[in-house]
C-alpha cells in the first residue's frame, strides 16, 4: 500500500488504479474511505487514478490531534502528496465534501492546479450549502419511484431533526436503486469516520469572501458537474459554485443524483475525459 507522510507526521495511504497520466482523486463524505469511489465508473481506463485516504480513513492513520480533521487544515496533506509524486502539477478531482477541499487547495496553491474537476460539490468554503428545503425540492423529483412513499416522511422529519439518518433514505442520494447501488449505499457506514466527519466543515474556519477572491485569480480550467436529481447540491447551487471561477464550464448529468458515475457511467467518463484530455493551457510557473 503506497503511503507519505504529512506535514505533522501522520502516515496517509493512497490507492492506485489504471494506467496514464495521474489526476488526485479527493473523496467526500465528509470522511469516507476512498474505496467508495470505486475506479470512478471507468476512469480508471483513461487516467491512473490516485486516491487518497484521508487521515484517520481508509489505511490511513488517525492524527494525534483531531483538530487537523478539519477541511481547511487538510490542506497541506493535498500538498504532501504532490510533493510525494513528484508532479510539478496536479489534475485534481473532489467529490462532494472532497471538492471543497479541492477548491481550497486550489485557492492557497493554484499554480500547482493544472486541472480542477468538482463532482456533486457545493463548496462550503465559499459559503454555499445545500439547504433542507434544497434537498426535498430534489426529493420529489423521485416521487414515482415505489419506494417514495415510505422514505419521503423519513426524509423530512431527518432535514428537519426529528429523526436519525437510516437506510430508507439511501435511495434519495443516487438516480437509480438497483442491487449494485444498494450495495454501494450498505458500506457507507463501515467506510466513514464519523468523528471525523463531524470536525471536517463543523470546526473548519472558512473566509468565503477571501477564497472567492483566490479562486477568480485561478488560471486552471475548471469543471464543475451536478447530478440533475441531486439534493446536495441541486444543479443550481452547482452552478453558483461554478461562477466563482474564472474558467469554469457546468454540466449536468441527466438522471444522476450525488454519484454520477454509478448512475450512468458511460455518461461520466465520456464528459470528464472529455474535460480533462483538452490540450493544456500554457500557465506560469510554478513556485
Known sequence: MPA???????????????EGEPLLVLPGGPMRASAYLGDLGGLAAHRRLVLLDLRGTGCSAVPADP??????????????????????????????????LAALYAARRPRRVARLALITTALRPLGLSATPGDRLTAARLRSGEPWFAGAYPRLRAWL??????????????????????????????????????????????????????????????????????DGGPRPELARRAAAAFARAEFAV????????????????????TDFLGRTRTALPSAE
Open 4 to 18: 507519505f507522510t504529512a506535514p505533522d507526521g501522520t502516515r496517509l495511504a493512497y490507492h492506485l488504479r489504471g
Open 67 to 100: 483538530s487537523t480533521y478539519r477541511c481547511d487544515r487538510q490542506v497541506e496533506d493535498v500538498e504532501a502528496l504532490r510533493v510525494h509524486l513528484g508532479l510539478e502539477r496536479v489534475d485534481l478531482l473532489g467529490h462532494s465534501a472532497g471538492g471543497s
Open 160 to 229: 428537519a431533526g426529528r429523526g436519525e439518518y437510516c437506510a430508507a433514505l439511501a435511495p434519495f442520494f443516487y438516480g437509480r436503486w438497483d442491487d449494485a447501488v444498494r450495495a454501494h449505499a450498505e458500506a457507507d457506514e463501515e467506510q466513514t469516520n464519523e468523528e471525523a466527519a463531524g470536525r471536517y466543515f463543523g470546526e473548519a474556519e472558512f473566509d468565503p469572501a477571501a477564497t472567492r477572491a483566490a479562486l477568480r485569480e485561478l488560471t486552471a480550467p475548471v469543471l464543475v458537474l451536478a447530478g440533475e436529481v
Open 253 to 272: 448529468q441527466p438522471g444522476a443524483g450525488h454519484y454520477p458515475w454509478l448512475d450512468d457511467p458511460e455518461w461520466f467518463v465520456r464528459r470528464v
